[in-house]
């Protein structure tokens, strides 16, 4: 026997919120932001803050933080194919920091378009 539920919202046990995502392996956080020419946070999920912390680099901090430290993270950058890598460097359970590369020029560089997306465990 085949069931169907349509639904318009899924709430908590109080009917107050929307359902946590704890223990599930969906995106925790994630951002889409803008590097060259201003610094600026286009969307995001749980991200309180984005720091500018120089010629490529930057720091993501968490509204909520992750369980552990040992979190994976991909991110992309660049709007064009100028072989540039995201590196991520300091990470911790509330913030982690990254730096955008030009691959060829061995570089730090400011990019248009750049994103990172984190998996884990909420804390």
């Known amino acids: 026997m085949t069931s169907v539920l349509n639904v318009d919202t ?5 009917g107050t919120g929307p359902v ?5 392996h969906a995106v925790k956080t994630w951002i889409i932001f803008n590097m ?3 610094f600026t946070n286009s969307d995001s999920f749980n991200v309180s803050s984005l720091d500018d912390d120089g010629a490529g680099d930057f720091g993501i901090n968490f509204t909520n ?24 460097g300091t990470v911790t359970t509330s913030a982690m920091d990254g730096q955008t590369r030009q ?21």
């Open 20 to 24: 946590a995502l704890t223990k599930q």
């Open 65 to 88: 933080s992750m369980s552990s430290a040992n979190y994976p993270a991909t991110g992309a950058a660049g709007e064009d194919n100028a072989n540039v890598l995201t590196n991520f």
């Open 10 to 14: 899924i709430a908590d046990k109080a």
């Open 103 to 123: 691959t060829n020029a061995n570089s730090a560089i400011d990019k248009f378009r750049n994103s990172v997306a984190i998996h884990g465990d909420l804390a």
């Open 36 to 38: 060259s020419s201003s």
